[in-house]
């Protein structure tokens, strides 16, 4: 059964500072990969999105990158905002369906 | 705009009611999904359909139940079955083949 895991759970780091939140799946045979973002009470936004022959994407100052072999996934933030305070969710794509980790909270501090 | 529709944002339940949640899309989208989030376990997979007319259980289904008569539409009863049913709930659509899923604003119910 595939399991999503993300570390650090939450994470907290003053403004301007670049960070990286982690995902890592057991299960490599995955579709492809994609990060949200959910602030506070509200739904989820799309970030980014890893086809599974894919490498990386880039969408301004976020960074994802996908290693299947390695069952592992980075989403790179640079110069981070006190706006890109929220809870950032990592899920695969496994038959049919989106199996999601349990999230990190980042506040970033002005 | 195209994006999927929610209602109602917040919604409060007497013990021993079935309530129904809406979840409506305008993405041609042919892929529907229900989550269940609650704080410390992520989201889980209640029910999703695939095509009008079939949808399949997810890990949680017990307590709900779905239908999907139209491509648009797939509403979500909890079920007086359901022992705990206060919860965030999240709807998402995507085409079979997947470029990425799209998410509603939420639905939270209270058991009062």
């Known amino acids: 059964k595939q399991e999503v895991t993300q570390i650090p759970a939450a994470l907290s780091v003053p403004e301007g500072e670049n960070l990286v939140l982690n995902c890592s799946f057991t299960d490599s045979a995955i579709y492809n990969l994609q990060w949200f973002r959910q602030d506070p009470g509200k739904g989820l936004t799309s970030l980014l999105l890893i086809q599974s022959s894919q490498r990386e994407q880039t969408s301004g100052r976020l960074n994802a990158s996908l290693d299947k072999s390695s069952g592992r996934s980075t989403l790179y933030i640079a110069a981070s905002q006190p706006g890109d305070s929220a809870t950032y969710l990592c899920a695969v794509v496994q038959g049919g369906k989106l199996i999601f980790g349990q999230g990190t909270e980042l506040s970033v501090k002005p | 705009d195209g994006g999927i529709t929610q209602s109602p944002k917040y919604l409060f339940r007497k013990e021993g009611q079935n309530v129904t949640l809406s979840c409506e899309q305008n993405?041609?989208?042919?892929?529907m999904y229900w989550y269940r989030q609650d704080p410390g376990q992520g989201l889980r997979l209640i029910y999703y359909s695939q095509i009008v007319n079939d949808f399949q259980k997810g890990d949680i289904a017990e307590g709900y139940s779905v239908s999907r008569e139209k491509k648009e539409s797939f509403p979500l009863t909890v079920t007086s079955a359901q022992k705990n049913p206060t919860a965030f709930y999240l709807c998402a659509s995507s085409m079979v083949s997947p470029s990425g899923y799209t998410f509603g604003s939420g639905t939270r119910l209270t058991v009062v």
């Open positions: 993405l041609n989208h042919d892929a």
